[in-house]
T-cell receptor, first 116, second 115 residues
Framework: AQKITQTQPGMFVQEKEAVTLDCTYD???????LFWYKQPSSGEMIFLIY??????QNATEGRYSLNFQKARKSANLVISASQLGDSAMYFC?????????????FGTGTRLTIIP | NAGVTQTPKFQVLKTGQSMTLQCAQD?????MSWYRQDPGMGLRLIHY???????DQGEVPNGYNVSRSTTEDFPLRLLSAAPSQTSVYFC??????????????FGPGTRLTVT
């Protein structure tokens, strides 16, 4: 069975500093995808970034990058130059290829607070 | 496009009552799913559908029913509400069930309280 682990329940970071949110995963399937979602206090789920298991390069989207270390089964989210608006819950998620039966599994999340 | 819409936004039920949470998407997505979010537990998959007429169970399906008669709609039914079903419910959709890279679009959520 697939599993996502986020070991940091909460983090406090000074504004403008970079922050790394940890995510490790467990699967025996060679084909999978990893996502990061942001959930602000308003409650909506916002897609941030995606990394495929066969992607050679680490994914980047603006200030977000995914540090993908396949051998360690980790997919950490890096936010450069943090902003006050980055304060939110962040969820790592994994999807496994099972044609017609893909399921997205979420971690328990990390609450990030940016300090002015 | 309205994206993924959910109704109602808030609901209070008494134990034993039944109700249906509505979910609709206008993006012609094949894949739709329901999650519940509880404090400290992330989002857990309840049921999902890979197309009209096809549904399957997720991680926590007990106490919930779904059907998918159209591509657009994917209602979630609580048969006999229990306090353990107090949660925030999210509906999501994505373009293709066999496309790993397709992001899931989430609805705004329904906050359900069962007393």
């Amino acid at each position: 069975a697939q599993k996502i682990t986020q070991t940091q329940p909460g983090m406090f970071v000074q504004e403008k500093e970079a922050v790394t949110l940890d995510c490790t995963y467990d699967t025996s399937d060679p084909s999978y995808g990893l996502f990061w979602y942001k959930q602000p206090s308003s409650g909506e789920m916002i897609f941030l970034i995606y990394q495929g298991s066969y992607d050679q390069q680490n994914a980047t989207e603006g200030r977000y990058s995914l540090n993908f270390q396949k051998a360690r089964k980790s997919a950490n989210l890096v936010i450069s130059a943090s902003q006050l608006g980055d304060s939110a819950m962040y969820f790592c998620a994994m999807i496994i290829s099972n044609f017609g039966n893909e399921k997205l599994t979420f971690g328990t999340g990390t609450r990030l607070t940016i300090i002015p | 496009n309205a994206g993924v819409t959910q109704t109602p936004k808030f609901q209070v039920l008494k134990t034993g009552q039944s109700m249906t949470l509505q979910c609709a998407q206008d993006m012609n997505h094949e894949y739709m799913s329901w999650y519940r979010q509880d404090p400290g537990m992330g989002l857990r998959l309840i049921h999902y559908s890979v197309g009209a007429g096809i549904t399957d169970q997720g991680e926590v399906p007990n106490g919930y029913n779904v059907s998918r008669s159209t591509t657009e709609d994917f209602p979630l039914r609580l048969l006999s509400a229990a306090p353990s079903q107090t949660s925030v419910y999210f509906c999501a959709s994505s373009y293709s069930p066999s496309g790993l890279s397709y992001e899931q679009y989430f609805g705004p959520g329904t906050r359900l309280t069962v007393t």
